[in-house]
């Protein structure tokens, strides 16, 4: 095991205080990221031996000892995640991560275009897709992936401010696609089969055969009005649901800040007279990013959006393609190991709002629970283990030791609960971390905690982490003389 240093990001957006805390470090302004990280752009120093290096070189000097000839066959030699810990006092910036096929596509083009790599104004950084999940530390506010047609109707009729209620005769529609009166080819919806998630109906399009001809006829004439000629490759087989999605999402994205006058206190109002509707937190937040971005017409495309509320130790996977934004809270995100960010609205940097709409995954869908339902994750008391369906991370959170916060994994203890009332009581308590390899990231994040490989132990105190290689094979975590403490490790899903 080697000591491993994070890197900071200073955001605007970052928090005045919370991860100042954990790592015990003063900062001048806010701190938003502690990257622990093998990308090139901003590697993590490794202390090896009495000497310091950058994680990607002594991946690269030794990659069968660092990541283990399983992770170096499947992806070469690197670190296949990157793995952060977020705190966001304000909105962060609505975004899409390219799927696979664009990322290398805009990153070819963008070299044989002279983008020097690190330019601000790149949007392809790496060639490969971004997938992210994020874990809460503490409540967590995020919006993410389209909601169900009629929820984003019912959210964006109770707007009363004009692009608004254009979006909304948009997504029923109604609407003509913009101001030259080119108006939709179709009348009706098809039919659809309708899953039910929590509180929310999720209505997705059948593909027949008649869906597949008006696509083709769409997409035929779509380089003459201009507006379906920026939809993505996806769209050919997409259904009218999906095309009246990225029509109204287009139009906020794309509007001028003058058509975002009024559209705070229209918010505000909406925040009011909504209250105890099924649209009340979609408009919620909303008004969050209103307040944070005034005069930025992309704030309505929250309200098209799954708001999602976490708790410490919950969880959401975002896929490529799908639209999000983090609101607020404290978090611990791993992705694959890529720094591509398409950016549509709410934040100075660089916009990429032709490249984000080719990318843009309009099904409407719940938010995805990576959450491990394996007997051993479901058995482990005080350990939760976030699995998404790849292989390039996973991540397991867990304390161990004296417990004086009693309600710190109540929602936690709930799931478990439920799907094992009768055999929770009959398992003895285990520290051990699931049976994984390869590449591994362990941060203290409160406390200390004991981390015992087949090679040595050491001890992990609040705001320090270790690299576990591949070669020190499997480990566990255990409290120090009984003591308190709290981790996070990052791993393969291999």
């Not at 596509?105 to 897709?129: C, H, L, M, Q, T």
């Not at 001890?459 to 576990?468: L, M, Q």
Request: proline content about 8%.
């Amino acid at each position: 095991m080697f000591p491993i240093q994070p890197v900071p990001k200073t955001y605007s957006w970052g928090s005045d205080h919370r991860l100042q805390d954990i790592f015990g470090i003063e900062c001048p302004g806010p701190l938003a990221e502690m990257w622990f990280s093998g990308h090139p752009a901003s590697p993590s120093p490794v202390d090896m031996d009495g000497d310091r290096m950058a994680l990607d070189e002594a991946i690269r000097r030794a990659p069968e000892l660092m990541v283990g000839t399983d992770a170096s066959e499947t992806w070469g030699p690197v670190l296949p995640y990157l793995f952060k810990i977020i705190s966001a006092r304000i909105p962060l910036s609505l975004q899409v991560h390219p799927v696979d096929f664009e990322a290398r596509a805009g990153y070819n083009r963008e070299n044989a275009a002279g983008i020097p790599v690190d330019s601000p104004i790149r949007s392809f950084k790496d060639s490969i897709a971004k997938h992210e999940m994020v874990v809460a530390l503490e409540r967590f506010e995020a919006s993410v992936g389209f909601a169900p047609r009629p929820i984003e109707l019912a959210a964006l009729r109770a707007i009363d401010h004009p692009l608004a209620q254009a979006m909304a005769r948009e997504l029923a529609g109604k609407q003509p696609l913009d101001a030259h009166g080119l108006k939709t080819r179709y009348s009706d919806a098809p039919a659809t089969a309708v899953a039910r998630v929590g509180d929310f109906s999720y209505t997705t399009d059948r593909v027949n055969a008649s869906d597949s001809a008006n696509g083709a006829v769409l997409a035929a004439s779509a380089g003459s009005d201009g507006i379906d000629a920026d939809m993505p490759a996806a769209a050919k087989v997409w259904g009218h649901t999906q095309r009246r999605i990225f029509r109204a999402f287009r139009m906020a994205a794309t509007a001028p800040r003058e058509a975002a006058q009024g559209l705070g206190e229209a918010l505000e109002s909406a925040c009011r007279t909504c209250k105890g509707r099924r649209s009340s937190k979609i408009v919620q937040h909303a008004t969050m990013a209103a307040r944070a971005f005034p005069g930025d017409p992309s704030v309505l495309c929250v309200a098209m959006l799954n708001p999602v509320s976490l708790e410490r130790g919950e969880s959401v996977f975002i896929p490529a393609g799908t639209p999000h934004c983090y609101l607020q809270g404290t978090g611990a995100e791993i992705m694959t190991n890529s720094d591509n960010v398409l950016r549509a609205g709410m934040t100075p940097k660089h916009k990429d709002i032709p490249n984000l709409l080719r990318n843009l995954d309009c099904n409407p869908a719940p938010p995805i629970d990576p959450t491990s339902r394996t007997l051993h994750a479901l058995f482990t008391p005080n350990l939760a283990v976030y699995r998404p369906k790849l292989s390039e991370f996973m991540l397991s959170y867990g304390h161990v030791g004296t417990d004086d916060d009693s309600g710190r994994w109540d929602k936690m203890a709930q799931r478990q609960r439920s799907t094992i009332t009768d055999y929770a009581q009959s398992i003895a308590p285990s520290a051990a971390i699931p049976a994984v390899a390869g590449p591994r990231v362990l941060v203290c994040i409160e406390g200390e905690v004991q981390c015992t490989s087949s090679t040595q132990s050491v001890v992990v105190h609040k705001g320090e982490a270790s690299f576990i290689p591949a070669s020190d094979g499997r480990a566990q975590v255990t409290s120090v003389n009984g003591k308190h403490g709290v981790y996070l490790l990052a791993s393969t899903g291999l």
